[in-house]
């Protein structure tokens, strides 16, 4: 019955027009190509600018009718009629597949029947793509392969890659035709050394195509790489002062996370535990002295491998100011005022400013200077004593034989007489002073 139907419809329009062909002359079906993705809905329109109510039809690619006017001629429930007029004809398919692509065509039932082609093109959605080759972690300096794929494109699709929001050009690319013959499965690979750095970066594979409306399929891996720890030591302070506290602060990164840290100095272990405290990752001293100069080493390990850094402490003097009045004990307070008054011997000198030494280390036993130097100036004194003594001795001597040559030389009547008298008078004198001795 359907091919008889359709016999008759054929007909009909060539009987119609037998009494316009007159007219026919100017008129012409107009269409236009369609592009749909697959799954959408085409909507196929022929006009007629000047249609003396000749009839117009829609067939498919394989020539069967659809529409003939407002009659449908195909049983298809995917096909609905949109308009019908003497000036057009518009149908629609819906859940456009891809077998539903090619050449549609609408004629105008004139004698001779004029027809108009509208291609009808399908495009197939790319499935969303997928990266393999990613094993996780990767090795810090090893070379990672990864891939991405997408099926079911048409035409085919174009695949882009980027690291932290940049392109990455240089890829292979790789195009292959489906089973169907109408589709594509493309794929591209990217080659790239990883470092540390590349930890915890994002890498994308985006798919272009012209069925996606401008909104591209992604598909995303994030990088976990593997490294070997770096090692930084801040100290507290760029000049360290004797006296003062110093805190070493050992800065590590890597990946796994870096076990506790492990402190040493000079190559051996921290010489004094009490004042050098080790708490996480710093290293405290308490009152640096001179002893503490040296090379102080902080080491990381994690899984992966062991880094180090060392740090070089040279210990400062304190800037110069003035010194807190020292003490003596009340047994060399004289010699020592008497000392510091007279004397400018280089010994005293000595030591006196042996008395505050401010290189001494802290906590270090030497000899009592105070007493040193309280022997030395009851040494100096006696000395002076002595000094003065004698003197005055030798003054009273010479005094005493003046007056007794003065008196020989009053009582003389000439000058050998008093001559005689005064050698008399002093051996009477020395005589006189041995005896009083």
Avoid at 183 to 197: A, E, K, N
Avoid at 272 to 298: A, H, Q, W
Avoid at 394 to 413: F, I, Q, S
């Amino acid at each position: 019955m359907l091919v008889l139907f359709l016999c008759n419809l054929a007909l009909v329009p060539a009987a119609a027009s037998k009494n316009k062909v007159k007219g026919s002359q100017g008129q012409f079906p107009l269409t236009q190509n369609v592009t749909v993705v697959e799954g959408g809905t085409a909507i196929l329109t022929c006009r007629v600018d000047q249609n003396d109510n000749t009839s117009l039809q829609w067939s498919n690619p394989a020539q069967q009718t659809l529409y003939f006017d407002d009659k449908k001629a195909l049983r298809d429930n995917r096909i609905e009629l949109v308009r019908a007029s003497w000036h057009e004809l518009s149908i629609s398919v819906s859940d456009v597949s891809l077998s539903d692509e090619g050449q549609y065509t609408c004629s105008l039932f004139t004698m001779p029947v004029k027809t108009s082609k509208a291609y009808l093109t399908v495009l197939g959605v790319p499935e969303k793509p997928q990266i393999s080759g990613f094993s996780s972690p990767v090795m810090e300096g090893d070379l990672m392969q990864l891939t991405c794929k997408t099926s079911g494109s048409k035409p085919a699709a174009d695949i882009r890659w980027f690291k932290n929001d940049k392109e990455i050009k240089d890829v292979k690319y790789l195009k292959e035709e489906d089973a169907n013959r109408k589709t594509f499965t493309v794929s591209s690979t990217l080659d790239f050394r990883v470092d540390r750095s590349d930890d915890g970066v994002a890498v994308i594979c985006r798919v272009d195509h012209e069925s996606l409306n401008a909104t591209p399929q992604v598909a995303m891996q994030v990088l976990e790489i593997h490294y070997t720890p770096s090692v930084k030591i801040i100290p507290s302070t760029p000049f360290p002062q004797e006296g003062q506290p110093l805190i070493l602060t050992c800065e590590s990164k890597g990946k796994p996370l870096p076990e506790p840290v492990l402190w040493t100095k000079d190559g051996g272990e921290l010489p004094d535990p009490d004042r050098m405290v080790v708490s996480g990752r710093e290293l405290n001293i308490l009152f640096l002295n001179k002893t503490d100069n040296g090379t102080y080493r902080c080491e990381a390990t994690n899984t992966i491998g062991q880094s180090s850094a060392e740090y070089v402490l040279i210990v400062h003097d304190v800037p110069n100011t003035l010194l807190p009045t020292t003490i003596i004990p009340s047994l060399t307070t004289a010699t020592v005022t008497t000392t510091v008054a007279i004397t400018t011997c280089p010994t005293t000198s000595a030591t006196t400013s042996s008395i505050r030494d401010p290189n001494a280390l802290a906590g270090q036993t030497g000899p009592d200077h105070a007493l040193i130097g309280g022997i030395v100036a009851v040494v100096v004194f006696v000395t002076l004593c002595s000094i003065f003594l004698l003197g005055r001795y030798l003054a009273r001597h010479k005094g005493t034989y003046l007056t007794n040559e003065a008196k020989g030389a009053e009582d003389a009547p000439d000058a050998d007489t008093a001559i005689i008298n005064a050698e008399g008078s002093q051996v009477n004198a020395e005589e006189k002073k041995e005896y009083f001795i």
